[in-house]
């Protein structure tokens, strides 16, 4: 743990619209009050500012705009002390129908902040996944750790991985004072539709199946997306420069019993699914060992109870119907034309 914390008062957090990223800006307003929060966010169909609508004006700020805008990142990079950078195309499936833009958000976008960080010597948080490690053998209870060799399966975790090159590069050739988190799935409200979980919720609301790809074995380790933003805080805070950290809650659950725990809160016969097209190149199984951030860092998860984490999700997604409804049909017609 190093010894004296750095304490930014000026914060741009990327994609802070999106599902995790609004989750750290309310993070930050509720638990650090001295600092200021200017997100920068795209709006794509991803983003929604209701997100972050409510939070006190002179804390939060948006600007929406694209992380691949260099002028506008100079701008506002030059203003602050510390990026975090949550902004990205984020959905597998997505990235099989049409890399293009995750080429574009994933890895340009972090070129323009880096070289941003590096011009105006600020401090740099990027935010990646554990899919970049690629998968895991179901019959094997090995992990990954920060030594784990990059893998990745998918367009979306391979321009991921490229990012997180990137920034290893910019730390050691230019000294970019930058930290890496790869955190496992998230889960918890404000997801977008288009992933597991919510689309599966958000289904048995509407009286429709649940979809489940391939044998329906394949492992995430869920973690909820509080665990991520205070995991972040922490990183940011008193994490080692040119370090990464690996993010997991040991939340380790295969996507049928995540799916027959779904199934029962709505009081739904547990075979009450379909069965569809397997997604091409679906990584088997993801495993984090977190124990370097908690070993160095002091950093343990508050919600390790997932079956109480999931029925408060459930909850969400009934009492917030306004907020997913408008995506659910387009949502559902991408799915369909993918035969999924
Ligand atoms: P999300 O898709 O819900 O949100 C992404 C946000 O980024 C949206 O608000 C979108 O408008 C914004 N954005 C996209 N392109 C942009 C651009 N070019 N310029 C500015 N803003 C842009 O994603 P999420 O699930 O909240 O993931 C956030 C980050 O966390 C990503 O970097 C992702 O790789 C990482 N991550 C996600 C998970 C997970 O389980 N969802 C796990 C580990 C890491
Ligand atoms: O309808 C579905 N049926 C199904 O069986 C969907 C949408 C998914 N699945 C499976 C595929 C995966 O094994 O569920 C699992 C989870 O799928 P996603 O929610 O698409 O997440 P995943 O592909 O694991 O990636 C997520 O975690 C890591 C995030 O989307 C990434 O942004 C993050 O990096």
């Not at 321009?159 to 790869?182: C, E, H, P, Q, Y």
């Not at 993801?286 to 390790?304: C, F, M, N, Q, V």
Request: glycine share 8%; hydrophobic share 35%.
């Amino acid at each position: 743990m190093t010894d004296t914390a750095f304490e930014p008062r000026r914060i741009v957090v990327t994609g802070g619209c999106g599902f995790i990223g609004s989750n750290f800006v309310h993070h930050v307003v509720r638990e650090h009050p001295g600092v200021h929060v200017t997100v920068l966010d795209k709006l794509t169909y991803a983003g929604n500012p209701g997100n972050i609508a409510g939070l006190p004006a002179d804390r939060v700020e948006l600007v929406v705009g694209d992380i691949c805008d260099e002028g506008l990142v100079d701008r506002l990079v030059a203003d602050a002390d510390a990026v975090v950078h949550y902004a990205a195309e984020s959905h597998n499936d997505n990235s099989i129908a049409d890399p293009s833009p995750f080429l574009e958000t994933n890895v340009r976008g972090t070129y323009a902040l880096i070289e941003a960080c590096r011009r105006h010597d600020v401090r740099y948080h990027h935010v990646s996944t554990d899919e970049v490690y690629g998968d895991l053998p179901l019959d094997d209870p090995a992990r990954f750790t920060e030594e784990t060799p990059y893998r990745p399966s998918s367009p979306y975790s391979s321009t991921k991985a490229a990012s997180d090159m990137l920034v290893r590069a910019w730390v050691r050739t230019f000294g970019l004072a930058a930290t890496i988190s790869n955190c496992s799935n998230n889960y918890g409200p404000y997801q977008h539709v288009e992933k597991f979980i919510p689309r599966q919720i958000t289904n048995l609301i509407d009286g429709v199946r649940p979809r489940l790809y391939g044998d329906g074995r394949n492992v995430r380790d869920w973690i909820h997306t509080e665990d991520h933003s205070s995991a972040v805080w922490c990183i940011l805070t008193r994490g080692r420069i040119g370090e990464t950290y690996l993010i997991g809650a040991d939340g380790e659950r295969d996507n049928l019993a995540v799916l027959r725990e779904i199934l029962r809160a709505f009081g739904r016969p547990e075979d009450d699914f379909d069965w569809v097209r397997d997604r091409p190149g679906h990584d088997r199984r993801y495993a984090i060992d977190s124990s370097k951030l908690r070993r160095e860092l002091g950093w343990e998860p508050r919600h390790t109870d997932f079956a109480s984490g999931l029925a408060e999700t459930i909850e969400w997604y009934r009492e917030n119907e306004p907020w997913w409804r408008p995506a659910k049909e387009a949502t559902e017609a991408r799915y369909r034309a993918q035969g999924q």
